[in-house]
């Protein structure tokens, strides 16, 4: 599996992005779930965040984001990117 970064911005006022980060982080427990190892955030500044994942292929990477309830409901923008790791823990 390769590692993949989406990279958002919100677009929406907060009560209507509020409206959809349930059925997001319900989203991304799901993708944990089906073993993308999905970690999602916003940055402390707000107005922003990111999900990092893993996917077979950017194909498959872009279903994925584009099933993300904040994107489907036109909540935010977003990059999405392959993250090819340079340094990783080593397995034991």
Known sequence: MTWFV???KGI???PRFDQFVGAH???????????HQAKSGYWAE????MLIFTAESMTQAKAIVEA???IANDCVEYELH???????????
């Open 82 to 92: 392959e993250w090819c790791l340079v340094a990783q823990p080593t397995p034991n």
């Open 25 to 35: 982080v319900a989203y991304v427990k799901q993708l944990i779930d089906d073993g």
């Open 68 to 70: 993300d309830p904040l």
């Open 6 to 8: 989406k990279i958002e």
């Open 46 to 49: 707000r107005g922003g965040g």
């Open 12 to 14: 929406v006022d907060k």
